[in-house]
């Protein structure tokens, strides 16, 4: 028996990197994984990795950036699984590393789409599924960069900020979810 047996993970951004690492070990302690991610090739081949080692997994396209996107890798996992378990808000952007001075808005609307919005998004519609069924849990990243003001990345950084303050929030608000 796995750790994760007869839970339901969406996991954004799975389709490479930490992402990547993230479904394949969810997978591996019994989770059905949902690899909601942007591209084609890495999200059907994290898919079929999983497939591939006995998992159940479905591998839906989504563009975090796009709310609609967002709110249907969560009914993806209701409608192929029956529930929602545990939302992964793994995917991010990144921006060119270059002073705030010379950052756009477009730069830091880059960011703020796929990071906080798009956390915004997916803990928004999982909320309804997590509440019907008695509880769930939501694993948002922070990163050090944000706490360290890491150079040139000012966009990343407040991004971050707002997504470990949309974190502590709602764990005040929701713990009882």
Do not use: C
């Not at 998992?55 to 529930?83: H, L």
């Not at 769930?136 to 050090?144: D, E, H, K, P």
């Not at 000012?154 to 608000?173: C, F, H, W």
């Amino acid at each position: 028996m796995g750790r994760l047996d007869g839970k339901v993970a969406v996991i954004t951004g799975a389709g490479q990197g930490i992402g990547r690492g993230i479904a394949r070990r969810f997978a591996s302690e019994g989770a059905a994984v949902v690899v909601a991610e942007l591209d084609d090739a890495a999200g059907k081949q994290v898919a079929t990795d999983i497939e591939n080692t006995g998992g159940r997994t479905v591998f839906v396209r989504t563009d975090v950036g796009d709310k609609r996107q967002v709110e249907s890798a969560i009914a993806a996992a209701v409608d192929t699984f029956g529930r929602v378990d545990v939302l992964v808000n793994n995917a991010i952007a990144l921006s060119p590393n270059v002073p705030i001075e010379d950052k756009s808005d477009d730069d830091l609307d880059g960011l703020l789409r796929p990071g906080l919005w798009a956390t915004w998004w997916a803990m928004r519609a999982a909320l309804p599924h997590f509440k019907a069924q008695g509880g769930g849990r939501v694993i948002n990243f922070y990163s050090i960069d944000a706490e360290a003001a890491a150079w040139l990345h000012v966009d990343y950084n407040m991004t971050k900020e707002a997504i470990r303050g949309l974190t502590r929030s709602p764990a005040a608000q929701w713990g009882r979810y």
